[in-house]
């Protein structure tokens, strides 16, 4: 997709400025999961008077209108990616990277909850931190930058499988 095409996809009836749609495209760019910091270092590769303080606001904005999803993974800084729905998370604590629980294993959780326990969820946040396969074979390893894990599901997956 092009940088025009991400544009119209901020949220209807934000006010689209300048700087919003390049802190936008800028996550595009970068793939999401990345910093307030990273999106600067982004930005100042083609603008580099771009203010950080102007990326915060852009963000704040942006989470704000729902055109971007603010993650807490853990310790450290937020990371932004592009709004897609519920956004559910487990990360490496080594490496830092980061897999995308899927929807219906949530779902699930949510239903066991009012069910069993008459408990009406609204609204879920799930967030796993543990150390992926990649880290538990190779340990000390340590990324620069947090990255999307494969979503690989494998036979016979140990405990609760």
Do not use: W
Request: proline share 4%; aromatic share 4%; charged share 20%.
């Amino acid at each position: 997709m092009t940088d025009s095409h991400h544009q119209t996809m901020l949220a209807p009836g934000m006010r689209r400025t300048a700087q919003r749609s390049m802190v936008y495209n800028a996550i595009v760019r970068l793939g999401g999961h990345c910093t307030a910091d990273e999106i600067t270092a982004e930005l100042h590769k083609t603008q580099p008077r771009f203010p950080r303080s102007t990326v915060y606001r852009s963000l704040e904005a942006l989470t704000a209108s729902g055109s971007v999803y603010a993650a807490h993974l853990g310790e450290g800084p937020t990371h932004y990616e592009l709004a897609s729905g519920d956004h559910h998370h487990a990360v490496c604590q080594l490496c830092g990277g980061v897999l995308h629980i899927e929807e219906a294993m949530v779902t699930e959780l949510e239903s066991h909850l009012e069910e069993l326990h008459r408990f009406k969820p609204l609204h879920t946040e799930v967030l796993v931190v543990g150390v992926c396969e990649t880290c538990s074979r190779t340990p000390g390893r340590k990324s620069a930058r947090r990255h999307t894990l494969e979503h690989v599901h494998h036979a016979g997956g140990g405990a609760g499988s």
